[in-house]
């Protein structure tokens, strides 16, 4: 049993390309989330997904896009990436409230 | 909005017992969380805590949580150099589905 499994590792990107990251769980969880993680600031939620084919935008969406289109999938896309984006990213999901949600080990992305 | 503070750094010599606090806002929180993450590593869910709760033990980790202060602790018994990470607690407010917010985390340091 995998869990989550995030894609790729790392990443070093150059000022305006664009890339999509990859998150996988094999629990047949309905709910996943994006977070990115920067020093003092702690986890911030991105875009999050409540089932199948929704999205929502998170408390920082800003040069970020999300598509659910796999219920056990949730991919994450830069489309012109930014130094700002420089951060670890992490992946989570949960099966209902109050299981707490499980996380992928993260990726992390440099822009430079 | 919700807004979950915790001190950033905590050190304690091994065998002693670590006390990690955590401060949040929202009352309607149904689900207090802690997570701990080690290096280069996701966040794992540690334990979690019923807001009709006052305490929850579970080996060597015990709960405690203040309702009227909205005050919320992890202590660690025997703690031991494996238990160096971070540790992040977590809040899940009754109006927001299944979101939850995190504190900035407290980094726990064992001195052998």
């Known amino acids: 049993n995998a869990g989550v499994t995030q894609t790729p590792k790392f990443r070093v990107l150059k000022t305006g390309q664009s890339m999509t990251l990859l998150c996988a769980q094999d629990?047949?969880?309905?709910?996943m989330y994006w977070y990115r993680q920067d020093p003092g600031m702690g986890l911030r939620l991105i875009h999050y997904?409540?089932?199948?084919?929704?999205?929502a935008k998170g408390e920082v969406p800003d040069g970020y896009n999300v598509s659910r289109l796999k219920k056990q999938n949730f991919l994450l896309g830069l489309e012109s990436a930014a130094p700002s984006q420089t951060s670890v990213y992490f992946c989570?999901?949960?099966?209902?409230?109050?299981?707490?949600?499980?996380f992928g080990s993260g990726t992390r992305l440099t822009v430079v | 909005g919700e807004d979950v503070e915790q001190s950033l750094f905590l050190s304690v010599r091994e065998g002693d017992s670590s006390v990690i606090n955590c401060t949040y806002t929202?009352?309607?929180?149904?689900?207090l969380y802690w997570y701990k993450q080690e290096p280069g590593a996701g966040l794992q869910l540690l334990t979690y805590?019923?807001?009709?709760?006052d305490m929850k033990q579970d080996q060597r980790l015990t709960v405690l949580l203040n309702k009227k202060d909205k005050h919320l602790s992890l202590r660690i018994a025997d703690t031991q150099t494996g238990d160096s990470a971070i540790y992040f607690c977590?809040?899940?407010?009754?109006?927001?589905?299944?979101?939850?917010?995190f504190g900035g985390g407290t980094r726990l340091m064992v001195k052998p």
């Open positions: 989570a999901s949960s099966r209902d409230r109050g299981y707490g949600y499980t």
């Open positions: 997904s409540v089932g199948e084919g929704t999205t």
């Open positions: 629990m047949n969880h309905e709910y």
């Open positions: 805590i019923f807001s009709n709760m």
């Open positions: 977590a809040e899940s407010p009754n109006n927001a589905g299944n979101m939850l917010t």
């Open positions: 929202d009352s309607s929180s149904t689900y």
